[in-house]
């Protein structure tokens, strides 16, 4: 099972990025998907999770209204584009994948990618 994120770079304050995630698991479409981040000293914190189907998405108040998450199972693939981007967004971020949908603790998540670097300057 892989999960790899790409997409991250350096942007300025208010601009925008999107992520991705490529699984090459069997059957993606039946596992939920989340995305964490991680800054420098701090801990690894949830940011936005969607259901198997999509049709369901679950964010953290930090990032509601700037950040949404999508997936296309016929690509194995969910992104996460992020709008209005500020400096306290810069981390590393991660995607992984968890049977169960909802999920906002990372020790919940049993398959994660490498993950990706995003920067936003002030």
């Known amino acids: 099972v892989q999960l790899q994120a790409s997409g991250g770079g350096l942007v300025q304050a208010g601009g925008s990025l999107r992520l991705s995630c490529a699984a090459s698991?069997?059957?993606?479409?039946?596992?939920?998907v989340g995305w964490f981040r991680q800054a420098p000293g701090k801990e690894r914190e949830f940011v936005a999770a969607t259901s198997w189907s999509g049709d369901a998405t679950k964010y953290a108040d930090s990032v509601k209204g700037r950040f949404t998450i999508s997936r296309d199972n016929a690509k194995n693939t969910v992104y996460l584009q992020m709008n209005s981007l500020r400096p306290e967004d810069t981390a590393v971020y991660y995607c992984a994948a968890d049977f169960y949908y909802g999920r906002s603790k990372s020790e919940d998540y049993d398959y994660w990618g490498q993950g990706t670097q995003v920067t936003v300057s002030s």
């Open positions: 698991m069997r059957n993606f479409e039946r596992y939920a």
